[in-house]
């Protein structure tokens, strides 16, 4: 086991492994930024290096400083926690070159998954079921043409480097492909430095649902049933639950065994998920994998009772998994608590919180690294809180949800607890009623 782990991540995701890593008797170093010298992750590990100013690129993606933070505190293991560096190949290798473990998929893994048009090939290869579409990069305007016609209006292009909906666009009808093609490549370009696109047939009413899973080192995988990620804004996530209120027992059992078939294809490592898109009619597709730990894995933890962040630090050290499937037993929803004004388009709201009062009682459980008197920085993700809930039903666990939202007061910044509050009393929502173009007609009441 290791005896040192090294944090390469901020906020509430590192407090949340250096909790874990504090129960199983594992010292934790933190690496910060200058604008992160007053977090709480600072506080509670047990060394704490500082690798660099506020921008995330002088600092949290600076490879060799996190190396050297890692060498000069004898740290054996890296965790990434999500986001950053934890789906950067070279990263892997990197810390694969320096004889430490990266708690994570490895560089050959997450090359082959992270790239979009690579991970549909490989599926296909598998035998998971893929969206219909190109079967890889788009060489040129000429063949993308073609392939729309084989595939059926409406098509979406998207970048396989993309990510957070950059370089998506849907098309309707032949006459708007050539202008969605040029901005599209050109989106991607300036977001990833790569151009190449793929397609595949738009999927109608939506729903995004992913599947938990964790192989381990000897080619064994298993899953832990899903997660409805659904209600989007720009394709960035916005509150998860699980049970999905959509699935039935038939499709949690073919999503599951797709997703576990998926990872052992790849001898996958680690904790990940296997992302869907699933059609009105309940036929699912694939459509990405994310070789890290998920924001939203709390909501999988709660309804199987199982601590994510153990089994990625177990299976990195080469502990295999027992191979069994875990079914969800209660209900959980989780929704995350930006900086953000809801009633002003979601604008960022960075700044100082005056006053901070957590909600509490059976059921709820707050992943947070804020305080009264922190300043929330202006220069990473806008995120300052999980507020998950557990009950015995879907019915419950959103009066549950209710109830903790009128608790939780932050004081000094806007945030998007007036948002959920409304969500949860949303008709459509409530019946379980939405897809990933909920938020399209969603508007916030004064």
Same mark, same amino acid.
């Given at each position: 086991?290791?005896?040192?782990?090294?944090?390469?991540?901020?906020?509430?995701? #590192?407090?949340?492994?250096?909790?874990?890593?504090?129960?199983?008797?594992?010292?934790?170093?933190?690496?910060?930024?200058?604008?992160?010298?007053?977090?709480?992750? =600072?506080?509670?590990?047990?060394?704490?290096?500082?690798?660099?100013? #506020?921008?995330?690129?002088?600092?949290?993606?600076?490879?060799? +400083?996190?190396?050297?933070? #890692?060498?000069?505190?004898?740290?054996?293991?890296?965790?990434?926690?999500?986001?950053?560096?934890?789906?950067?190949?070279?990263?892997?290798?990197?810390?694969?070159?320096? +004889?430490?473990?990266?708690?994570?998929?490895?560089?050959?893994?997450?090359?082959?998954?992270?790239?979009?048009? +690579?991970?549909?090939?490989?599926?296909?290869?598998?035998?998971?079921?893929?969206?219909?579409?190109?079967?890889?990069?788009?060489?040129?305007?000429?063949?993308?043409?073609?392939?729309?016609?084989?595939?059926?209006?409406?098509?979406?292009?998207?970048?396989?480097?993309?990510?957070?909906?950059?370089?998506?666009?849907?098309?309707?009808?032949?006459?708007?492909?050539?202008?969605?093609?040029?901005?599209?490549?050109?989106?991607?370009?300036?977001?990833?430095?790569?151009?190449?696109?793929?397609?595949?047939?738009?999927?109608?009413?939506?729903?995004?649902?992913?599947?938990?899973?964790?192989?381990?080192?000897?080619?064994?995988?298993?899953?832990?049933?899903?997660?409805?990620?659904?209600?989007?804004?720009?394709?960035?996530?916005?509150?998860?639950?699980?049970?999905?209120?959509?699935?039935?027992?038939?499709?949690?059992?073919?999503?599951?065994?797709?997703?576990?078939?998926?990872?052992?294809?790849?001898?996958?490592?680690?904790?990940?998920?296997?992302?869907?898109?699933?059609?009105?009619?309940?036929?699912?597709?694939?459509?990405?994998?994310?070789?890290?730990?998920?924001?939203?894995?709390?909501?999988?933890?709660?309804?199987?009772?199982?601590?994510?962040?153990?089994?990625?630090?177990?299976? #990195?050290?080469?502990?295999?998994?027992?191979? /069994?499937?875990?079914?969800?037993?209660?209900?959980?929803?989780?929704?995350?608590?930006?900086?953000?004004?809801?009633?002003?388009?979601?604008?960022?709201?960075?700044?100082?919180? *005056?006053?901070?009062? *957590?909600?509490?009682?059976?059921?709820?459980?707050?992943?947070?690294? =804020?305080?009264?008197?922190?300043?929330?920085?202006?220069?990473?993700?806008?995120?300052?809180?999980?507020?998950?809930? *557990?009950?015995?039903?879907?019915?419950?666990?959103?009066? /549950?949800?209710?109830?903790?939202?009128?608790?939780?007061?932050?004081?000094?910044?806007?945030?998007?607890?007036?948002?959920?509050?409304?969500?949860?009393?949303?008709?459509?929502?409530?019946?379980? +009623?939405?897809?990933?173009?909920?938020?399209?007609?969603?508007?916030?009441?004064?």
């Amino acid at each position: 086991m290791f005896k040192k782990i090294l944090i390469a991540n901020r906020g509430e995701i #590192a407090l949340r492994v250096i909790r874990t890593c504090k129960e199983m008797g594992i010292k934790t170093v933190a690496v910060y930024s200058k604008a992160d010298e007053e977090s709480l992750h =600072v506080r509670f590990a047990d060394e704490a290096v500082c690798i660099g100013p #506020a921008p995330s690129s002088e600092s949290y993606l600076k490879m060799p +400083n996190i190396i050297a933070a #890692a060498e000069i505190t004898n740290a054996d293991a890296i965790h990434p926690g999500y986001g950053f560096l934890s789906e950067n190949a070279k990263f892997s290798n990197l810390c694969e070159e320096h +004889n430490i473990k990266f708690i994570g998929a490895t560089g050959k893994m997450i090359d082959q998954m992270g790239d979009k048009a +690579n991970a549909k090939s490989t599926m296909i290869a598998a035998g998971v079921p893929c969206v219909p579409g190109s079967e890889g990069v788009i060489q040129d305007f000429e063949e993308c043409e073609k392939l729309a016609v084989e595939t059926g209006y409406p098509v979406m292009l998207k970048a396989s480097a993309g990510g957070g909906g950059k370089g998506m666009r849907a098309v309707w009808k032949s006459e708007d492909l050539k202008e969605a093609w040029d901005s599209a490549r050109q989106e991607s370009k300036a977001a990833f430095g790569n151009d190449d696109m793929y397609m595949e047939k738009l999927i109608e009413e939506p729903r995004h649902i992913e599947i938990q899973i964790v192989g381990d080192s000897y080619g064994k995988a298993c899953h832990l049933s899903e997660r409805d990620c659904s209600v989007q804004r720009r394709h960035q996530k916005l509150t998860e639950e699980t049970p999905s209120p959509f699935m039935t027992d038939e499709l949690r059992e073919n999503m599951g065994n797709a997703a576990v078939k998926a990872a052992e294809f790849i001898g996958y490592e680690g904790a990940g998920t296997v992302e869907f898109l699933v059609d009105k009619h309940r036929n699912f597709y694939f459509m990405e994998m994310n070789t890290r730990i998920q924001v939203e894995h709390p909501i999988t933890e709660e309804v199987v009772n199982y601590d994510l962040i153990r089994e990625q630090i177990l299976v #990195a050290a080469g502990v295999p998994i027992s191979g /069994k499937n875990y079914y969800p037993q209660l209900h959980s929803i989780e929704c995350r608590i930006n900086a953000e004004d809801p009633y002003n388009n979601f604008r960022p709201a960075p700044g100082k919180i *005056t006053t901070l009062h *957590t909600p509490g009682g059976h059921g709820v459980r707050m992943d947070t690294h =804020v305080y009264a008197g922190y300043m929330i920085p202006p220069n990473y993700d806008s995120m300052i809180a999980k507020l998950i809930v *557990t009950a015995q039903t879907r019915e419950e666990a959103i009066n /549950k949800m209710k109830r903790a939202l009128d608790e939780f007061v932050i004081e000094g910044v806007k945030t998007t607890i007036p948002f959920h509050r409304q969500l949860m009393e949303h008709p459509d929502y409530v019946a379980g +009623n939405y897809t990933t173009k909920f938020m399209e007609d969603f508007e916030m009441k004064v």
